[in-house]
């Protein structure tokens, strides 16, 4: 039961963070190696936090804190991932206007394709996790628990947010290494975005000086002040969205996380009432799921109402982003550094080889895919979002592509939306093979899923290919005088 000193804890607890937050946005406005690699406030934050603290000092802490707080920020991501993920289907297929880049290249085939190739290439990136797993089992000088591997995957394609989810997920399927399993996604995210910003950067100025760019002649300069994370210049610091309600009823953010909190309490009623079926597989599967599946319910009720005006994405973004720099920052400050030392070759091998086998997918395989059609920009933006999280792929995208003239971001922003619809039937399946499979069974199901979604994009390449031919062969064809 919640009492008026356990909420005061938390509000003390959560006020660290925040100080660590901004501890990080200072140091990333000051110290230009982390402007260098793009290092958001929230991981800086959460090193410091992490550095400074007991887990890594002991007694000798500068930053003294109660074993309950460290225990607290270990819980947090867990937490609020829930309200993450529930509102990613918020504002789906609402307000779109029409893109500017529409009349660019081929957009419906190349959502398809960015969207096939990224899902091959999340579970190709399992595949590497649970072999690695497999392998160093296999050799009798590890002890790896049955589901290591899978938080390869989940850093780098799914960035900081949701490496911290990976806990709450193998917590709520009763493994009692979840804390562990936590500390192994957080820093594989964290190898994953710093790696993939500075080969990135590598990348682009090889493809600048071969020529393989569109926009970028030459490799310039990040602007300063997408480096430090700020600018002083009012005119061109952005808006946060649109106000859809009068704030002498309520306030726009009232709005917004009312409807995403809400789907939350009916997601865990949902979860409750099914739980008292004695259905494993309905007790098995996280809370977010059913909040996502309820959210797109809500959404398409939205619609159908005529009520989509009500909701900007722009303002669901700015909330669940304040969640996640929160969830972030504590999940790094809570690392458990001792547990995740003893898994630290297997990480790095499996790091090692992702880093690959996510070069040879996007670069290599994206020429083939999307060959003469801006295929490094679409390659780019690819790596950038399979090392780390989307911003990280537009950062280095608008390197070399600096006013987004290409369609590669809005071709590869839909595709990246797909995943959320697709993941209502892979994400069920996945948390009922890692419940109780084996670790070669997990990998044998990413690989299927993996050749499912290379089958769709070596469908869609073929297809537009034919019909690329089709009216060249028509126009070759000699006509009657």
């Keep these: 039961m919640l009492t008026s000193s356990l909420l005061t804890e938390l509000l003390c607890s959560l006020s660290i963070i925040g100080g660590l937050l901004l501890v990080g946005t200072l140091l990333r406005a000051k110290v230009r190696i982390f402007q260098k690699l793009f290092l958001p406030a929230s991981v800086i934050g959460g090193f410091v936090g992490l550095l400074l603290g007991p887990i890594v000092l002991g007694d000798y802490a500068l930053l003294r804190v109660p074993e309950t707080y460290i225990s607290d920020w270990a819980l947090l991501p867990g937490t609020l991932i829930v309200p993450i993920f529930a509102a990613v289907p918020l504002g789906l297929f609402m307000n779109k206007a029409p893109s500017a880049m529409a009349g660019k290249g081929k957009t419906g085939p190349n959502v398809l394709k960015a969207f096939a190739l990224f899902a091959a290439l999340s579970f190709l990136q399992s595949v590497v996790g649970f072999g690695t797993n497999l392998l160093f089992s296999g050799s009798g000088s590890y002890n790896l628990y049955r589901t290591f591997g899978y938080e390869l995957s989940q850093g780098f394609c799914g960035g900081h947010g949701t490496a911290g989810a990976v806990g709450k997920i193998l917590e709520g399927l009763g493994m009692d290494y979840w804390a562990t399993a936590q500390g192994v996604a957080v820093t594989t995210a964290t190898?994953?975005?710093v790696g993939g910003m500075l080969m990135g950067i590598i990348f682009i100025n090889i493809a600048a000086a071969k020529g393989k760019t569109a926009v970028l002649k030459k490799a310039g300069d990040i602007p300063a002040e997408m480096a430090r994370g700020f600018t002083t210049d009012i005119a061109k610091q952005g808006s946060m969205g649109r106000e859809t309600t009068m704030n002498s009823s309520i306030e726009t953010i009232s709005l917004h996380l009312a409807l995403i909190l809400g789907v939350c309490g009916l997601a865990y009623w949902v979860l409750g009432l099914l739980k008292g079926t004695g259905i494993t597989a309905f007790a098995s599967l996280p809370v977010w799921i059913y909040a996502m599946v309820i959210m797109f319910g809500l959404n398409h009720i939205l619609r159908m109402l005529g009520?989509?005006?009500l909701i900007d994405t722009k303002i669901k973004g700015k909330i669940t982003g304040a969640m996640s720099d929160f969830a972030i920052t504590a999940a790094i400050a809570?690392?458990?550094v001792q547990?995740?030392?003893?898994?630290?070759?297997?990480?790095?091998?499996?790091?090692v080889v992702g880093f690959l086998l996510t070069y040879l997918f996007t670069f290599k395989l994206g020429d083939l895919v999307f060959k003469g059609d801006y295929a490094f920009e679409r390659s780019i933006i690819a790596?950038?979002?399979a090392t780390g999280v989307m911003i990280t792929g537009m950062m280095l995208l608008k390197i070399c592509d600096p006013d987004y003239d290409t369609p590669a971001l809005a071709d590869f922003s839909m595709g990246f939306s797909l995943l959320s619809l697709s993941g209502l039937i892979t994400t069920?399946?996945?948390?009922?093979?890692?419940?109780?499979?084996?670790?070669?069974?997990?990998?044998?199901?990413?690989?299927?899923?993996a050749v499912v979604f290379w089958v769709i994009l070596?469908?869609?390449?073929?297809a537009g290919r034919v019909s690329a031919k089709a009216p060249a062969a028509e126009a070759a064809l000699p006509t009657a005088d």
């Design 191 to 193: 190898i994953g975005i």
């Design 307 to 309: 009520l989509d005006w």
């Design 334 to 336: 809570s690392l458990p």
């Design 339 to 351: 547990a995740v030392m003893e898994y630290a070759l297997p990480i790095l091998v499996m790091c």
């Design 383 to 385: 790596w950038g979002t």
């Design 428 to 449: 069920p399946l996945s948390m009922a093979v890692l419940s109780t499979g084996s670790t070669m069974d997990n990998l044998l199901f990413s690989l299927a899923a």
């Design 458 to 462: 070596a469908g869609v390449t073929i």
